[in-house]
């Protein structure tokens, strides 16, 4: 996404510039080149020891450093940045800024650069309302300066209103809106499914599996930030929903399927990533099962879930292009190959999960199989690697979209 490009952050005074850890995160896993600088006030609520480690850069905070000065550092620093993203952005600096003021490295690069200045304002919901505040973001939007927020909200300080910075997914996509990241897909509804399924036993007991959710949410996190219109059908998952993806939440594969074939009908792509319990209680017990006194054993009657999966490939009207996921303890390619053709879908990925990789695990790796080809996606972030999947989806999507014309 944001592939080499520069960024210099900016860290100003304010409780919100514990937000700034996650943006820096956000552009380092984009591939982002990032430095930082901090002013004075800003050290009282994050540490340059911690913003080094994030950004793997050295932190710069003051404008008479001898040593960097040496190569009159505050200069190559201004000359250095693509964009100079200020988050959080308090009332003083951006008076000062407004005044072309240059009185600590903060406000000395932005006057010395040539870049674009992005600002991500926080503070008091009464600070924000002042006429002097909104005449200095007046001021500097006319000078080109860019905004983002800032949110209204629960404050720190008790308040409600006005002035909370932005949240690090938010900035982090308007910076990619400033870079010109592909907004391709605005046209296309995508659906996607993700988690786990719990198939109930009795009011206390389920059955259920290892699925974290990650990819199907990176998936879908891939697509939204490309403009799709996008469903997120979750199983029992704990994470955050991508920004600009409508979730719904389940919890039985029954649930799911009636979404997901809802859902599918509306979409040009399906991307079935959960991973659906096959069986379920044959009779659900409405009372906790007891043990039953010199007994060891327990024998559950178990029936066959829907296939969401063949559902939706099969369907005879307003079929989507429909990808499927298998996850394989051995012989992965066979087994994948195999579904592909007995489903009816038009793309399969598959990851060996044996030994319990994969499973709520950061990075993965995918075997893609379609007719008569296939393709590797080597390990990688699943941030990454979702999005290398949506442009390999999206390209098998075209090129079947343009042989049916």
Not at 21 to 36: P, Q, T
Not at 104 to 124: E, H, K, V, Y
Not at 127 to 145: D, P, S, W, Y
Request: one cysteine or more; a neutral charge; charged letters at 20%.
């Amino acid at each position: 996404m944001l592939n080499n490009k520069k960024i210099l952050v900016g860290i100003t005074g304010g409780i919100a510039a514990y937000k700034t850890i996650e943006l820096i995160r956000h552009f380092k896993k984009a591939n982002a080149e990032v430095r930082v600088v901090l002013t004075p006030a800003a050290e009282a609520f994050v540490t340059p020891l911690t913003l080094q480690a994030i950004s793997a850069n050295a932190v710069s905070n003051s404008l008479l450093d001898p040593q960097a000065e040496l190569a009159m550092g505050h200069i190559e620093l201004a000359k250095w940045a693509d964009l100079v993203v200020i988050a959080p952005a308090s009332a003083d600096f951006i008076a000062r800024l407004r005044a072309g003021m240059a009185n600590d490295l903060l406000s000395t690069l932005c006057l010395a650069t040539a870049s674009p200045i992005l600002l991500a304002p926080a503070m008091n919901q009464q600070m924000f309302k002042q006429i002097a505040t909104q005449e200095n973001l007046a001021v500097l939007a006319n000078r080109g300066v860019q905004m983002i927020g800032p949110n209204s909200g629960f404050q720190a300080c008790g308040d409600v209103g006005a002035g909370r910075m932005s949240e690090a997914s938010e900035i982090f996509q308007a910076v990619c809106e400033h870079f010109g990241y592909s907004q391709d897909l605005q046209d296309l509804t995508v659906t996607i499914t993700a988690g786990p399924t719990r198939e109930a036993i009795d009011p206390v007991r389920y059955i259920s599996n290892h699925s974290s959710g990650k990819m199907g949410f990176a998936i879908a996190n891939a697509f939204a930030q490309r403009g799709a219109k996008v469903n997120l059908i979750a199983g029992p998952v704990n994470l955050v929903t991508p920004d600009k993806v409508n979730r719904i939440d389940v919890k039985s594969a029954r649930e799911m399927a009636q979404q997901a074939v809802e859902f599918a009908q509306k979409s040009s792509i399906f991307i079935g990533c959960a991973a659906v319990a096959d069986y379920r209680m044959a009779e659900v017990a409405s009372q906790k099962i007891k043990k039953t006194d010199g007994s060891d054993e327990l024998i559950l009657k178990l029936v066959k879930n829907p296939d969401i999966i063949a559902s939706v490939a099969n369907l005879s009207q307003n079929r989507p292009f429909t990808v499927g996921f298998a996850a394989e303890t051995q012989d992965v390619a066979h087994y994948a190959k195999d579904k592909l053709k007995r489903k009816n879908l038009d793309l399969i990925c598959a990851n060996d999960v044996s030994g319990g990789q994969v499973f709520g695990q950061d990075q993965n790796s995918l075997q893609l199989f379609w007719q008569n080809s296939e393709k590797i996606l080597p390990l990688a972030d699943k941030t990454k690697l979702a999005e290398t999947l949506a442009e390999e989806i999206i390209t098998h999507y075209r090129s079947k979209n343009k042989e049916n014309k």
